[in-house]
Structure formats: C-alpha cells, structure tokens
C-alpha cells in the first residue's frame, strides 16, 4: 500500500484549553501529509474552548467536532470520538500539544520499515514546552549531535514500560487502528488513558521508535502530568488510576523477570508518594509490594517443583 493511501485519524480532546487547542489543531492540518481525518472531542469545557474551535472550523468546515453534554473525562471522550474514525492509524492529541510539520509522515514510514512483524505502535521524541511554547527539554535526553543518551527499546518492550517511569511520550504515539480494537479501546474505568494502554499493547504487539522529534509536549500547572503527586484538583484520581494500572500490571506478567521489573516502579512510586506524604496511598503501595513478592515467592516455588519434576531419578 502506497504511504499517501493510508488514513491517519487524529482525535484531538479538548477540556479548557482555549489558549492553546488552535494551535493544536493546526498542527494537524499544517502536516506535509494529506490523508489525515481530524475528530474534536471538547469534554464540557468551562472556558471559552468551544466558541474557539466553532470559530476555527469556520476555514475547516470538514472536520467533526464533538462536544459533551457532561463532563466524561479523556477514557470515555476519545473511546466515543473513535466510532467516527475511519482511519487504519491512530494519534491520541491533547488539545494544548502540538505534532510538527513531518509527524505523521515519519511515523508512517517507521509502520512501513519496521523490523518487527506487525508492529503495533511507533513512537519518538519530542520537545516538552512550558505554557509559552519554550523549549525546556528534550523527553528523551540527547546529546550534543542529537544522538539519545540511552537508547529507547523497540520489539517487545513490555518489561521497559511497566518499569519505566518515563518510558513514552504520549503525544508522539502513533498506534494502528487493530491495536485498538484488540484491546476494547480505553478502558474506562480509569482516569486518564496511556500508560495502561500502553501495558496492555505491549504485552501483544511489538514496539518501533524513531529518534525524530515528533512533538511538543506542553506542561502546564495544573495537567494531569503535573498532578501525579500536587496535591491538586486530580491528585486523587490520577494516582487512584496509576496503582489500578499497576495492578492491572501485576495480573499480565508471565514471570519472575516482569514481576522485579513491576517492582522496580512500584518502589519508586512509594518512595514519591511518601515524600507526598500521603500515608493512604503510600500503604497502598506497601500492600502492593507485598502482593509482588508473594508472586515472587509462589512462581520461584511452582519453577522448583518443575525442576524436580524433570530431573531423572537415579537407579
């Protein structure tokens, strides 16, 4: 299949992002690629991002634009935009991050020459901003010539994302449309949507990575990433979500190998929540912890009863 056939969808959520969902959204159309279905979803807004999107979609009359009666949150808001995707790819864009000009095009043909049979998501670098749109970093640290300063996995990186904190970068994931279907889209029950997507996907589909820059991710005060642990509007939800997630986690993992990694972030996620000092979640984890070493202990048993089992008895 030609590069230029493939349909790319973009869901773009909104919610109060009426400074910075224009900019959003040109970053879709302004892409060197041609085939790419634009869907807005704006969660109920309480600033003026609706009257911002109408005004814009007056030169873009073409592109669907959703707005929510109730306020659904980012799971259920893109699981409902995606019953008007008709695009074979997927990009998951925040209404204040913005995708650079060859975005799509890069991605397309990382799909196009991976190494990997049936990759199912491709991600890459990408600029984090402030909310002035200044450069603060790079997601992924490089160096000097560009280069990464530790290189990101591709193929199976299961093991990378449950124990890596900073493993993706949301806005630079594109996802093939099968990968969402597989898994029942977003799962809803959850607050916010990609680090258990993400799980979920690896634990079936190979990963690709291009070192490009893809993006700019932007890191405003109050987003959920800023929320993790500030004690803030989301603090509660957000981290109610992440230990679900790992979880979650713990359930998929086939081996001691996984469950140490698993470990891994849970221990760093204990070690910040104390510093929050917030005594519930931090007893939380502990709990956590417990259940992973149980694992541990269980899987190391039922190993040593199979060695037994397949060692011949000497006559």
């Known amino acids: 299949m030609m590069l230029n056939q493939q349909q790319v969808t973009v869901i773009c959520t909104c919610f109060n992002h009426e400074k910075y969902v224009v900019e959003a959204l040109n970053s879709v159309t302004n892409q060197d690629y041609s085939n790419i279905q634009l869907?807005?979803?704006?969660?109920?807004?309480?600033?003026?991002?609706?009257?911002?999107?109408?005004?814009?979609?007056?030169?873009?009359?073409?592109?669907?634009f959703i707005v929510n009666e109730h306020n659904l949150g980012?799971?259920?808001?893109?699981?409902h935009a995606y019953k008007y995707a008709t695009g074979g790819y997927l990009i998951d864009l925040a209404g204040d991050d913005i995708l650079?000009?060859?975005?799509?095009?890069?991605?397309?043909?990382?799909f196009n020459h991976s190494s990997h049979k049936n990759t199912g998501l491709v991600y890459g670098n990408a600029h984090v901003i402030?909310?002035?749109?200044?450069?603060?970093?790079?997601y992924f640290p490089v160096k000097e010539d560009g280069?990464?300063?530790?290189?990101?996995?591709?193929?199976?990186?299961?093991?990378?994302?449950?124990?890596?904190?900073?493993?993706?970068?949301?806005?630079?994931?594109?996802?093939?449309?099968e990968v969402f279907d597989c898994l029942n889209g977003y799962d809803e029950n959850l607050y916010y949507e990609d680090l258990d997507f993400w799980i979920r996907a690896s634990r079936l589909y190979p990963f690709d990575f291009t070192n490009e820059i893809l993006a700019k991710k932007r890191v405003l005060q109050n987003s959920l990433g800023d929320s993790?642990?500030?004690?803030?509007?989301?603090?509660?939800?957000?981290?109610s979500t992440t230990l679900l997630v790992l979880?979650?986690?713990?359930?998929?993992?086939?081996?001691?190998?996984?469950?140490k990694s698993l470990l891994k972030r849970v221990f760093h996620m204990t070690k910040r929540s104390?510093?929050?000092?917030?005594?519930?979640?931090?007893?939380?984890?502990?709990?956590l912890i417990l259940q992973i070493y149980h694992q541990i202990i269980f899987k190391s048993f039922l190993n040593h009863l199979s060695r037994l089992s397949n060692t011949s008895i000497p006559k």
């Open 274 to 287: 104390a510093r929050a000092k917030d005594f519930d979640l931090f007893v939380k984890y502990l709990l």
């Open 247 to 259: 979880k979650k986690a713990l359930l998929l993992n086939n081996n001691n190998y996984e469950n």
């Open 130 to 138: 402030n909310e002035n749109g200044e450069f603060l970093n790079y």
């Open 100 to 110: 650079l000009p060859e975005c799509v095009t890069l991605q397309l043909n990382i």
């Open 228 to 239: 993790f642990f500030k004690r803030n509007l989301h603090y509660k939800k957000v981290n």
């Open 147 to 177: 280069s990464l300063l530790k290189n990101s996995p591709t193929g199976n990186i299961y093991d990378y994302i449950i124990s890596n904190i900073h493993s993706l970068c949301s806005v630079t994931a594109m996802f093939k449309r």
């Open 39 to 64: 869907i807005i979803v704006d969660d109920c807004s309480t600033d003026n991002s609706v009257k911002v999107i109408r005004e814009w979609l007056v030169k873009n009359p073409t592109v669907t």
């Open 74 to 79: 980012i799971t259920k808001s893109f699981n």
